[in-house]
């Protein structure tokens, strides 16, 4: 009776700890949108992945997400260096404050 007891009070542990992180209640919503789906899915489970976020972005687009970030990463390098070399020669030829200013 004692292992029963024991057992028991894990599962409530377990339940309470779903509710505090909020898994209940976002499956509970997922569940509650798939039973008022008019047409039912083929596929429960790839609805329940969809609505929870969990099959994510395709591996290609991944892939060719990151190439184009390294790609605009490198860009944005050789644009701040061209901004730092274009602010030097401009500066080269901008008149002083007190050139601008005489009193």
């Given at each position: 009776m004692a292992h029963y007891k024991a057992a028991d009070s894990k599962r409530?542990?377990?339940?309470?700890?779903l509710e505090k992180a909020g898994v209940l209640?976002?499956?509970?919503?997922v569940l509650v949108a798939l039973y008022e789906e008019p047409e039912k899915p083929n596929n429960a489970l790839d609805f329940l992945k969809h609505h929870l976020g969990a099959s994510g972005p395709d591996t290609p687009d991944v892939e060719t997400?990151?190439?184009e970030l390294a790609e605009l990463k490198q860009k944005y390098e050789l644009i701040l260096e061209e901004n730092r070399e274009l602010k030097g020669k401009l500066a080269e030829y901008e008149p002083s404050p007190e050139e601008k200013h005489p009193e």
């Open positions: 409530e542990q377990f339940r309470r700890y209640d976002t499956l509970t919503k997400m990151r190439l």
